[in-house]
């Protein structure tokens, strides 16, 4: 949708408080203005700033980021209108616009404008799956925006009124009413009179819920990408690149990786095995569940368990349980439970890994500016390369197969587990209509 033009966001700590005192020269009769800090507990709290290509702090959208923080609807957290207005402002650039562009018409203006390339940029049932946001996303960014004006109203920083309209509204139904006493359904409304609610009438142009199936959701490596990122693993530093390639064949959730156990590790005889079955117990249900790890890769965590580099994090570890432990301290952890141990001792937290595999990515798009997985898109890699590898084997169908990657997925229900087996089962249709195509095509050819 939008380049990135230099517009950026930078991290900064606010005195949220904090007053500016005017002092006026009597001499010259200058006026300079002097900010005077709270000292008040609590005050300080962290913000972001847009700064543009030159790295000036971008007005007025980084000051309502401020505002935010403070006030009667005060926020925690910032970083979700700060990504919307981040992408509002680029967009500015792009088209050549400011946020001052209204006209007496809201579909003229900057903010229906912008709702209609984010609209277009939105997954629905019907797109092509290479749209940027997901429909739940670019609302709260459109609402972000439309707050950002409602605000500079507010404060008179850009007043709108006849001439200068952001949006026009409209009154709509909300909840079940019906006022048809024939209708056949009509026990079950609300015998109430209907409650209206004014909603903008760019909001109404988006969809009212997100229509696309879970299955088009999902987004395995395809081989080719999955070699890729295997190879650039190797940039990291260990353990990472072994926890990674444990997540992608074995489906853990980041979590679980990062509570990946030590137990039963190193004492299974794997003696003729293809994979090792290995039971984890710190999962997303926090039930129990055996999952599958290929032989060469328990191998390697083997070899990990016993390195050096571990044995000497390892002892950090110990030390610190010791220590938690004769000062009453409690802890759900016990000496020797966690197998991929940090340089401090501790475990590896999941934003730390995260931001590992955004490290790969980056390096990855360097070369291959196509290549864009989330690290979640291991789960889906390891589903669907299960699934087409059990069905050639097996000679069984995709739904033979739900109960048996239920388990090993660890999912509550096989509702879950189904949007796996619609995708290959809709993946394997494609490459049949495809083979089918190529043939009639060779025959055409051949005929000619």
């Not at 710190?282 to 060469?296: A, H, L, Q, S, Y």
């Not at 501790?346 to 590992?356: A, D, P, R, V, W």
Request: charged share 30%.
């Amino acid at each position: 949708m939008v380049r990135d033009y230099g517009f950026r966001l930078i991290n900064v700590d606010v005195d949220t408080l904090a007053k500016i005192q005017f002092h006026t020269e009597q001499e010259t009769g200058e006026i300079t203005p002097e900010l005077l800090p709270s000292n008040k507990p609590g005050a300080i709290k962290k913000s972001k700033l847009i700064l543009d290509p030159d790295g000036c702090i971008v007005y007025p959208q980084s000051l309502y980021l401020i505002t935010k923080l403070r006030g009667e609807n005060k926020v925690e957290n910032v970083d979700t209108i700060a990504n919307a207005l981040l992408l509002y402002t680029r967009w500015l650039h792009k088209s050549g616009l400011t946020y001052k562009h209204l006209t007496e018409f809201e579909e003229e203006g900057a903010p229906w404008m912008f709702a209609t390339d984010l609209i277009k940029n939105t997954r629905h049932i019907n797109s092509t799956q290479n749209e940027a946001y997901a429909l739940k996303t670019s609302k709260t960014y459109m609402r972000a925006v439309l707050k950002f004006y409602t605000w500079m109203h507010r404060t008179r920083i850009l007043r709108h009124d006849s001439r200068r309209v952001v949006c026009e509204y409209s009154d709509v139904k909300v909840g079940n009413y019906s006022g048809s006493q024939h209708d056949s359904l009509s026990h079950t409304y609300s015998q109430s009179k209907p409650n209206m609610k004014s909603v903008s009438n760019i909001m109404l142009r988006f969809p009212r819920s997100d229509s696309t199936p879970p299955e088009k959701k999902l987004k395995p490596m395809v081989y080719p990408d999955k070699l890729v990122f295997e190879q650039y693993l190797e940039l990291l530093k260990p353990p990472f690149p072994l926890m990674f390639r444990l997540a992608i064949n074995t489906g853990l959730r980041i979590d679980e990786l990062a509570n990946f156990p030590q137990a039963n590790i190193g004492e299974i005889d794997i003696q003729g095995l293809d994979v090792v079955p290995v039971t984890i117990k710190k999962t997303k249900f926090g039930k129990p569940r055996t999952i599958e790890i290929p032989v060469d890769i328990y191998d390697e965590l083997e070899i990990y368990l016993y390195s050096d580099q571990r044995m000497k994090n390892m002892k950090k570890r110990k030390e610190k349980l010791e220590e938690a432990f004769k000062n009453g301290e409690k802890t759900d952890t016990y000496e020797g439970d966690l197998l991929f141990i940090s340089n401090r001792g501790s475990g590896y937290k999941t934003n730390s890994l995260e931001c590992h595999f955004s490290t790969v990515r980056k390096e990855i798009r360097k070369d291959y500016p196509d290549w864009y997985y989330r690290n979640h898109d291991s789960r889906s890699t390891f589903a669907t390369d299960w699934l087409e590898s059990e069905k050639f084997n097996r000679k069984v169908g995709f739904d033979f197969l739900m109960d048996e990657l239920k388990h090993l997925m660890g999912h509550s229900s096989t509702r879950t587990t189904e949007k796996y087996i619609k995708f290959c089962n809709q993946k394997e249709s494609q490459l049949a209509v495809a083979k089918k195509k190529n043939s009639n095509i060779r025959k055409d050819h051949n005929d000619g």
